[in-house]
């Protein structure tokens, strides 16, 4: 599980963060997008076995969701588009720029000081 390492790694960004800033983190915010190979889930339930016996006992993890959102590059349109089907709803170009979909990213903590 994967998941495991990435939630260790969100731990260890959040110290690094944790040490300017005297008061708790209450939350920590995610972004994860449908090509990223990430399960919210799983992740959600190695987030609990990270942070047991840290000082990040108490963090909640909240998981933002990012839906693909493609370019094309023939008619310059931009679009949401399923992970099945990226073909250009305007052209029907099937080769598409992925603008949005594979994040994974700590994207913000809330600390109350």
Do not use: K, Y
Request: with cysteine; net charge negative; charged share 25%.
């Amino acid at each position: 599980m994967h998941e495991l390492s990435i939630a260790l790694s969100m731990i260890e960004q959040i110290e690094q963060v944790a040490a300017r800033h005297p008061g708790p983190v209450r939350s920590a915010q995610v972004r994860i997008g449908v090509l990223s190979g990430v399960d919210t889930e799983a992740l959600r339930f190695a987030w609990e076995i990270a942070r047991a016996g840290t000082q990040f006992a108490s963090t909640n993890l909240e998981i933002e969701n990012v839906p693909l959102r493609i370019r094309c590059p023939a008619c310059g349109d931009t679009h949401p588009a399923e992970v099945d089907s990226i073909l250009c709803p305007r052209c029907v170009t099937p080769e598409q720029q992925i603008l949005e979909g594979r994040e994974l990213q700590l994207a913000s903590l809330e600390i109350d000081e």
